[in-house]
């Protein structure tokens, strides 16, 4: 559901530079999304600098095109008060949203310029009703959601919160959930969270029966479904692209154009925006819920070769002139021994204008032609206006040049403009920043086990025992008379599972089974709708002390950190809420509904045992898939190596806790690993200190 002040869904294109900006103004854009130099998850488009952000937010608001800002990168505590900065000065600009990724800048920018309106990036994984909802409890204005979800699942989250909904319809697809990719940090460092994606995805990476590349899918395009996402309650359809050249924007922006006017889209636009970029074509399988092998795809020498010059010609002429999109009528005062003065107005504003240097006087030749004055008015081109009325008031006898109506119509137009392109700045109040160093004085120890069978006898060492939370109802029992804390993990994506997650945990609760894991915001909201005990996970993405204290108000008993941190950052965290971070296991690298070991000729493989796909090195990544209810939900592609630094992580290093993950272990090995963790031993085998030393750009 929407409040935005119009009944069509709002076209929302991408902006990476000033040429893109008027590509996407000119070819019809509602509103555009930018970027400025930092905080951008598109770090290596071009983007704004101050003064350019200045003039293309009064450049997009002169057109009535609203401008939302892009500070939706995971921030580190030394860079928290550059971010605000960057914010307020986005206060003083006529921008229209801020979108957001860092929950501690989101709660910071919230309490500091509440008038904002602040849009949850697709960065935060949102895909429930829950978790939308709780954003909107929060302060967001607008929820953008994930990329996976199908139209009835969307549909579903609408009918259950009026916030207002944002869904991509065009442009790249991420094999991985939004915000859960840590494959481009792991392997080199930079950040897909931080803006840095270096798009590892797109390498060669073989499953079994698979291409070869199962780790690239098509391009998505729902343009033809815009009028469906706009009845199921989307107010916003965005389009990917802050990296692509201005045609590609204007060819997206006037096909999406004619869709959310109800029009058909020519087959030639559809055509041209394919050969501009394409990756094997197009794919709907996320919104249409048919996902599987015909989602996968790469850019070919085919798809390269349809980008011909004739081809951007034909692009560049959707945007080659100014769009008249705003409607103005004009009343001229022409009357003898007086100065011409016109008038004109949006409806909204009114600019009124006089030439001073001239005194209308008697007409001596040619008879008062005011039809001819009324057309000269109405020459607007070259301008974003288009005139639908002109009056004229004289008294019949009185002249006047030409010259002197067109130079009284383009200075009251231009002051006309610079109202439109004022806006009154949002108050922002500048938070104090407080950062203390958490020092515990101990290091307890959690284990993580994909299945109770891997839990080892001497787990009687770990201070709780975290399993899925379908694990069987007697094997909790058991190890919970065999003195074990329990925290029983909800699935890091709940799309499709949100309801019989709820009823598991409800029947859990009254077996007494209060402590859930949560990976995302959407687990979160239901462990405060179900009033139990709620444990943060590593996919929260918890990267600062802002963020620390963001959740402990929302009520977690503790979180794990991201696993993006160094050493160094997690000893310099403040806040109370006890923190813990990853000491052993392989690290989740993505997580994705479209499962890479589908792309083979059968299919889904179903798997009965774990799998892996094998980069251009002969490496292999296990994939592990995640079921509820009968049904797969999601896949995570793991790390080749487990990380190990169990002998770097101490009392006193920033945590309260370590955890071990296992994933594809057996219970002899994950009681070896704990062994050797309780003694502080280096690692025997193949490993990795992942990021812990390294960090991330």
């Known amino acids: 559901m929407t409040v935005l002040t119009t009944d069509k869904i709002e076209v929302l294109a991408p902006a990476g530079n000033p040429a893109a900006l008027k590509a996407a103004v000119f070819a019809g854009a509602d509103a555009v999304y930018m970027g400025g130099a930092l905080f951008s998850a598109r770090a290596n488009a071009a983007n704004f600098s101050r003064e350019e952000m200045r003039e293309a937010a009064a450049f997009a608001r002169e057109r009535g095109v609203r401008v939302y800002v892009t500070v939706n990168t995971l921030v580190k505590d030394a860079e ?92 790249a697809l991420c094999m991985s959930l939004s915000g859960q990719c840590y494959f481009s940090a792991m392997l080199g460092g930079r950040s897909g969270n931080r803006g840095r994606c270096a798009q590892t995805c797109r390498l060669p990476f073989a ?13 998505m395009s729902f343009i033809e479904h815009i009028g469906a996402l706009s009845a199921a309650g989307v107010c916003s359809a965005k ?142 081109g070259g301008t974003p206006y288009r005139c639908t009325a002109a009056e004229i008031e004289t008294d019949g006898r009185t002249a006047v040049p030409v010259s002197v109506l067109n130079g009284l119509r383009r200075a009251a137009l231009e002051a006309l403009g610079a109202q439109r392109r004022e806006k009154e700045p949002v108050p922002f109040r500048m938070p104090a920043l407080d950062v203390r160093p958490h020092r515990p004085e101990k290091l307890a120890l959690r284990g993580a086990f ?100 963001f959740f402990e108000s929302l009520g977690l008993c503790d979180t794990e950190l991201s696993m993006e941190l160094t050493g160094a950052e997690i000893a310099a965290l403040g806040g109370a809420l006890p923190r813990g971070v990853l000491v052993y296991g392989r690290q989740p690298l993505m997580l994705t509904r479209n499962c890479p070991l589908a792309n083979s000729k059968k299919g889904c493989l179903h798997c009965a045992r774990p799998l892996s796909i094998r980069d251009r090195r002969g490496v292999e990544f296990p994939v592990l898939c995640t079921k509820f209810a009968g049904k797969p939900v999601f896949s995570e592609v793991f790390n080749s190596v487990p990380l190990t630094i169990t002998d770097s992580v101490r009392a006193g290093s920033g945590a309260d806790f370590g955890v071990l993950r296992f994933s594809v272990e057996k219970a002899v090995e994950t009681g070896e690993i704990l062994r050797r963790t309780i003694r502080q031993e280096k690692p025997h085998s193949d490993y990795t200190r992942g990021l812990f030393t390294r960090g991330v750009l």
Request: net charge negative; proline share 5%.
């Open 239 to 380: 389009i990917e692209g802050r990296m692509k050249r201005p045609e590609y924007v204007a060819a997206a922006v006037s096909a999406c154009r004619h869709a959310a006017d109800g029009e058909p889209v020519p087959p030639a636009l559809l055509e041209d925006l394919g050969a501009v970029f394409s990756r094997s074509g197009f794919t709907d399988g996320y919104l249409s819920a048919q996902r599987g092998r015909s989602m996968f795809g790469i850019r070919t020498k085919e798809d390269v070769e349809g980008a011909s010059s004739a081809v951007f010609a034909s692009l560049h002429a959707l945007y080659k002139n100014e769009r008249q999109c705003v409607p103005v009528t004009f009343r001229a005062r022409i009357f003898e021994g007086e100065h011409p003065a016109l008038t004109v107005s949006d409806g909204a504003h009114t600019a009124s204008v006089a030439d001073e240097a001239h005194v209308c006087a008697a007409a001596q030749r040619l008879p008062v032609d005011t039809a001819r004055w009324q057309a000269q008015l109405q020459k607007t």
């Open 450 to 549: 994909r299945d109770a069978e891997q839990i080892p006898e001497n787990a009687g060492a770990l201070e709780a025992v975290q399993l899925p939370l379908d694990t069987p109802l007697d094997a909790l029992d058991a190890l919970r008379r065999a003195g074990h804390t329990l925290i029983l993990e909800i699935p890091r994506a709940i799309w499709g599972v949100e309801a019989p997650i709820r009823a598991r945990m409800e029947a859990l609760r009254r077996e007494g089974f209060t402590h859930f894991w949560c990976g995302n915001l959407g687990a979160v909201a239901l462990c405060r709708e179900l009033e139990v005990s709620a444990h943060g996970g590593f996919s929260l993405n918890v990267f600062n002390t802002q963020s620390l204290r």
């Open 207 to 219: 499953a079994p029966g698979g291409t070869g590349h199962d780790l690239s899918l098509k391009d």
């Open 80 to 171: 928290l008060a550059e971010a605000l900065d960057f914010c307020a000065y986005l206060c003083s600009l006529p921008v229209d949203g801020i979108l957001v990724q860092d929950m501690g800048l989101f709660a910071l920018l919230h309490a500091a310029c509440p008038e904002m309106p602040l849009h949850a990036s697709t960065q935060m994984s949102l895909h429930t009703p829950g978790g939308a909802a709780l954003l909107q409890s929060l302060g967001a204005s607008r929820v953008v959601l994930a990329r996976e979800m199908s139209l009835e699942e969307i549909r579903a989250v609408s009918a259950q919160t009026d916030v207002e909904l944002e869904a991509f319809v065009h442009g």
